[in-house]
């Protein structure tokens, strides 16, 4: 993506990284749960509104805006992915891996968790896939608002 220059492109690669974390967290990754769940997979329900500490704010919200912080790390180093299809398989697996192991190996335990969720495979398969998912929606939602504020993509091409 060809953003401007300085600290212009900083704050753009924020704010358009962010914004398209928390929308891709919100329609691809719960939507693949929702799939998920229907399809008797997942073990855990879509769109959680369980309060979280320690704001109160709804479970889906929060995972939104930690989708949202992933997301700043996407915008800036998405240009190193391949080109075309290469790239898709990158955004998926970047998704499904990243934040996975992430969530398996640091947030669960911190939540007094078993690491790994106990390596349940339902749960690895959710995981995997609506993260996988969501990393797809990232790349897609970030090309369409990197073009609607003007920077390009110019690896599809």
């Not at 220059?5 to 924020?14: F, K, M, N, Q, V």
């Amino acid at each position: 993506m060809k953003y401007g220059a300085g600290a212009t492109d900083y704050l753009s690669r924020i704010l358009l990284g962010f914004t398209a974390g928390f929308f891709a967290t919100l329609i691809f990754h719960q939507l693949t749960v929702l799939a998920l769940w229907v399809a008797g997979v997942s073990p855990f329900a879509p769109f959680p509104l369980a309060a979280t500490k320690p704001f109160g704010v709804p479970a889906v919200i929060s995972l939104a805006v930690w989708g949202g912080i992933w997301g700043i790390l996407f915008a800036f180093i998405h240009d190193w992915f391949p080109a075309r299809a290469g790239y898709w398989v990158a955004v998926f697996l970047f998704g499904a891996i990243c934040p996975s192991l992430v969530a398996f190996l640091v947030v669960m335990p911190l939540k007094g968790l078993a690491v790994g969720g106990g390596w349940h495979p339902p749960l690895l398969l959710t995981a995997f896939l609506a993260n996988g998912m969501w990393g797809v929606g990232l790349g897609l939602i970030l090309m369409f608002l990197s073009g609607l504020f003007g920077a390009r993509r110019d690896r599809l091409a």
